[in-house]
């Protein structure tokens, strides 16, 4: 495993945790599923503490239309064994009591919950794989950029790196924003693009949240940390960028959102923020298959399913590098989907990421 920075420093121990399988279409539902169930076993089965925290997940609506599209997902969600469960005004108001349920606007009708849904520990979710892929001999080189992929025809011989070149048989892309930048050392122009998201931290509070709310009239998604800091985020800058910040009008807007939701939120301070880069396929869902050479592998186009799908995305990713074939939950995740007319359009807006 080579990493360019140290382990933890991208993504995976930069973002707001939340762990979910509501999922809609057959080629997701799955898949995330079975990364769910893995979820649940995890600290178990890498014998670390990531701080697994089933406290629940709930999507609001603010409509009848909005109702009628959570019940469709809902009842999706049971057919494949999912746990969802539609909650009207009343039974919302017991649970989170706080919400602006009266938003002449944004009234809250309702919501969809998925209860065994909730947020881990990002960063315990790092050190706790990378401890287990070492103690099975696997080599985790730090500090070690990829600068050149070395090439015979169609087949990868090795790569080069700022710590000298290394052969190898199979290589495996997993690099999350820089995807694009890795897949032009092989000349490969990938179905993905690339821009920021921000994700906030507030100051540390009482016992305030005890659940993973999203907002169903803007995108806005909290829950509290066990420090007491209240975690959340929103949309994607509205351009393609690989800088690792966003600008104050996207501030703005989940700050907006958040206020919408819970007036409360104006007392509250921000204690810090930060950008990272997210690959945003052009259906919003994953991409995991082999490539136009023989023995590169491609996994990316996460969009902001990145970090609930680690343990499934391993899994699975780890299966098609041994056996050539994808594993049964990411049959769907075809590299050439996008030219076969097989997209997995969860969201229903097309062939535009930054709507994803």
Not at 17 to 35: K, M, Q
Not at 116 to 145: P, S
Request: aromatic share 10%.
């Amino acid at each position: 495993v080579l990493e360019k920075g140290y382990l933890g420093s991208g993504n995976i121990g930069r973002n707001t945790t939340i762990i979910r399988s509501n999922y809609l279409l057959e080629g997701n539902n799955p898949f995330y599923e079975f990364s769910m169930k893995l979820w649940e076993g995890l600290e178990q089965d890498f014998n670390f503490n990531a701080m697994v925290s089933q406290r629940g997940v709930i999507n609001l609506y603010h409509s009848d239309a909005q109702r009628d599209a959570y019940t469709r997902r809902g009842n999706a969600m049971r057919l494949h064994g999912v746990d969802a469960e539609l909650l009207n005004r009343d039974q919302l108001r017991e649970k989170l009591p706080f919400l602006d349920y009266e938003n002449a606007r944004f009234p809250i009708m309702g919501g969809l919950m998925q209860a065994r849904g909730g947020t881990v520990r990002h960063d315990a979710v790092a050190w706790g794989f990378a401890r287990g892929a070492d103690q099975n001999g696997v080599d985790i080189i730090q500090n070690c950029e990829v600068t050149a992929i070395d090439r015979d025809g169609d087949q990868i011989t090795g790569v080069q790196t700022t710590r000298g070149a290394i052969k190898c048989n199979k290589l495996a892309m997993a690099v999350a924003g820089s995807s694009s930048h890795v897949a032009r050392m092989v000349d490969m122009r990938l179905p993905i693009e690339s821009h920021a998201l921000q994700a906030f931290v507030s100051e540390g509070l009482k016992p305030f949240i005890d659940t993973v709310v999203t907002f169903g009239a803007g995108h806005f998604y909290v829950s509290q940390s066990d420090k007491g800091g209240l975690v959340f985020g929103g949309d994607i800058e509205g351009y393609n960028s690989y800088a690792q910040r966003g600008n104050l009008a996207c501030v703005e807007h989940v700050a907006e959102a958040g206020m919408a939701m819970i007036p409360a939120l104006s007392r509250v301070r921000i204690l810090r923020s930060w950008g990272g880069i997210m690959d945003m396929s052009m259906d919003g869902s994953p991409i995991m298959d082999r490539t136009h050479l023989s023995n590169l592998y491609f996994n990316g186009g996460w969009c902001y399913g990145g970090f609930k799908a680690t343990p499934a995305s391993g899994y699975c990713y780890a299966h098609l590098l041994a056996t050539d074939t994808p594993h049964e939950t990411a049959t769907a995740f075809r590299m050439d989907r996008f030219a076969r007319g097989y997209l997995l359009d969860e969201k229903g807006v097309g062939a535009q990421a930054n709507l994803h």
